[in-house]
C-alpha cells in the first residue's frame, strides 16, 4: 500500500517529525490518494485534525509537497467507506459489531466540542468508546446490556433522553434474526414485526433530537428462499415518513463477516445467491 511513498524526516519547531513524499506522482497520482487516506486513517501521519480539501490532497500530491502532521482531512470524503483493519472501540468478536471508523467519521462530520450523542442499540459499546477517546458526552443503551457503562433500556418504548436535548442519535439494529442477542419478544431480533418495531425507535429518537440534530442508522440487509428482504430501502422509507430530512446516503463494505467462508460460499453457489457485500448508512436529520 505504501510502495509510493518515502519516508522522511522533516523539521517542525521543536524536535524531530517523519512525513511522507510521494513518488512518480504524475504517474499514480490517483492511486497516491486512496494511499493517503490510507496513511491518514491509520494515523501513520501525526495527530491534528486541520481540514484541508480534495483539491488542496491532490495538490500537495501533484507537486510533490511533503504530507506533514499539520495537513490531512480527518474524514472520509466520497460516501463510500470502506474499513479492512478494524480501529480500537468495542469488540472485535462480538456478533454484528460495528467498526470504530464508522463512529469516528460521523463525529468528525457532524459533532463539534460540548455536544451530545446517544447510542440506543449500544452492542459491546464501540460509540461509547470512540466518543470517550473524544472526550464528547455520551449515553449509551442497550435491551442486553454487554458490560456495567451500558444503561439497560428497551428503545422501542422510550430513550430515557429529554425531548429536543440530543446532537446525534447512532444506530445499529439487528439485521432481523441472523443473529438473535436475547429471546425477549421486544428484541429487534427475535421479532415476526422488524420493520413495526424499528419506527418505534426512528420515532423515539426524532423526539429526542434537537431540531437540526443528526440520526445516522446502520443497517443491513437479509435474505430468505432466494430473494433479499429490502430492510435497507423500507427503513429509509420510514425515516422520511416520520419527517427526517435526507443528508446523506453512504454505502459501507462488510469486512470479515462471519458468513464469509468456505462453507458458506458452496451454499451460495449451489443455492445461486450472493453474500451481502455492503450495509448502508442513512444520515438524516430533524
Not at 486512496?34 to 491532490?58: P, S, Y
Not at 463525529?107 to 450523542?117: A, D, E
Not at 477517546?133 to 422510550?158: F, G, M, Q, V, W
Amino acid at each position: 500500500m505504501l510502495s509510493n511513498w518515502e519516508k522522511k524526516e522533516i523539521k517542525e519547531g521543536k524536535g524531530k517529525h517523519y512525513a511522507y513524499v510521494i513518488q512518480n506522482t504524475q504517474k499514480k497520482a490517483e492511486k497516491s490518494l486512496v494511499d493517503l487516506m490510507f496513511l491518514l486513517e491509520h494515523k501513520i501521519i501525526g495527530e491534528e485534525k486541520n481540514i484541508c480539501t480534495v483539491t488542496q490532497l491532490q495538490k500537495l500530491i501533484n507537486t510533490n509537497k511533503v504530507i506533514s502532521k499539520n495537513r490531512y482531512c480527518p474524514y472520509e470524503l466520497t460516501t463510500l467507506w470502506d474499513f479492512p483493519i478494524r480501529g480500537i472501540g468495542g469488540e472485535s468478536n462480538f456478533p454484528g459489531n460495528c467498526a470504530p471508523q464508522v463512529i469516528e467519521n460521523l463525529l468528525n462530520r457532524y459533532i463539534t466540542s460540548g455536544q451530545f450523542v446517544v447510542d440506543p442499540m449500544a452492542g459491546s459499546g464501540t460509540t461509547l468508546d470512540v466518543c470517550r477517546s473524544r472526550k464528547i458526552e455520551c449515553h449509551c443503551y442497550d435491551l442486553t446490556p454487554y458490560r456495567d457503562d451500558i444503561i439497560e433500556n428497551n428503545a422501542i418504548e422510550k430513550i430515557p433522553e429529554n425531548e429536543c436535548s440530543v446532537d446525534l442519535v447512532f444506530l445499529h439494529p439487528p439485521y432481523r434474526n441472523m443473529k438473535p442477542y436475547s429471546n425477549k419478544k421486544t428484541d429487534l431480533s427475535n421479532t415476526d414485526r422488524f420493520l413495526e418495531l424499528l419506527k418505534k425507535v426512528f420515532v423515539n429518537s426524532y423526539k429526542i433530537l434537537k431540531v437540526g440534530g443528526i440520526l445516522a442508522v446502520l443497517i443491513g440487509e437479509d435474505a430468505r428462499s432466494k430473494r433479499i428482504i429490502p430492510d435497507g430501502y423500507n427503513s429509509y422509507k420510514l425515516l422520511l415518513d416520520i419527517g427526517f430530512k435526507p443528508k446523506e446516503n453512504i454505502i459501507k463494505v462488510q469486512n470479515k463477516a462471519s458468513s464469509h467462508n468456505p462453507l458458506w460460499a458452496y451454499r451460495a453457489v449451489k443455492n445461486g445467491f450472493y453474500f451481502r457485500g455492503f450495509e448502508y448508512i442513512w444520515v438524516v436529520e430533524k
